[in-house]
T-cell receptor, first 111, second 115 residues
Framework: GENVEQHPSTLSVQEGDSAVIKCTYS??????FPWYKQELGKRPQLIID?????GEKKDQRIAVTLNKTAKHFSLHITETQPEDSAVYFC??????????FGKGTKLSVKP | GAVVSQHPSWVICKSGTSVKIECRSL??????MFWYRQFPKQSLMLMAT?????????EQGVEKDKFLINHASLTLSTLTVTSAHPEDSSFYIC???????????FGNGTRLTVT
């Protein structure tokens, strides 16, 4: 079935360090891989996405890499700041046009 | 950018009553909307896919007679939680996309508390 594994479930870093979150998906037909940031009690916010025709995409301190052969994709946040603290979800496009979400990673950035 | 409006943002109801949640795409037409549920400290789980003008498709384990979905127009889908129970208390979020490969846009979510 459609499934995505996300690791780690929690991640604590010092301000200024980098954070990396990894996901592995099962459906090889997927071609859309977004990442969402969710603050407590709020809706998920799209922070970056990548499509299967590229291997890497960067937007300021955030980057996403995709390895379709291995069915892996990762989120990289550099120079982390306290306001980066949130829960991050990876997702991929399901066969019905919906998104299949990972279980989330709670990122804590300590000042 | 594309906006999805969802309301109410929170609702408290008594056990046994029904609650309706509305989801509107404000500046685009959404032939398909998705309803997710999120329990505390958990991920978003797809409940059902709502298609304009046809019956919704429910995920395994989601009772279609309890969670009634209506998608009467290209801009409005509603989710009605019937005979709500405390275990239905959760964060319900709708999402929609326009045509092609446009991103999925989320509503602000509805925090349902059943007492």
């Amino acid at each position: 079935g459609e499934n995505v594994e996300q690791h780690p479930s929690t991640l604590s870093v010092q301000e200024g360090d980098s954070a990396v979150i990894k996901c592995t998906y099962s459906d090889s037909a997927s071609n859309y891989f977004p990442w969402y940031k969710q603050e407590l009690g709020k809706r998920p916010q799209l922070i970056i996405d990548i499509r299967s025709n590229v291997g890497e995409k960067k937007d300021q301190r955030i980057a996403v890499t995709l390895n379709k052969t291995a069915k892996h994709f990762s989120l990289h946040i550099t120079e982390t700041q306290p306001e980066d603290s949130a829960v991050y979800f990876c997702a991929y496009g399901g066969s019905q046009g919906n998104l299949i979400f990972g279980k989330g990673t709670k990122l804590s950035v300590k000042p | 950018g594309a906006v999805v409006s969802q309301h109410p943002s929170w609702v408290i109801c008594k056990s046994g009553t029904s609650v309706k949640i509305e989801c509107r795409s404000l500046d685009f037409q959404a032939t398909t909307m998705f309803w997710y549920r999120q329990f505390p400290k958990q991920s978003l789980m797809l409940m059902a896919t709502s298609n304009e003008g046809s019956k919704a498709t429910y995920e395994q384990g989601v009772e279609k007679d309890k969670f009634l979905i209506n998608h009467a127009s290209l801009t409005l889908s509603t989710l009605t939680v019937t005979s709500a129970h405390p275990e239905d208390s959760s964060f319900y979020i709708c999402s929609a996309r326009g045509t092609g490969q446009s991103p999925l846009h989320f509503g602000n979510g509805t925090r349902l508390t059943v007492t």
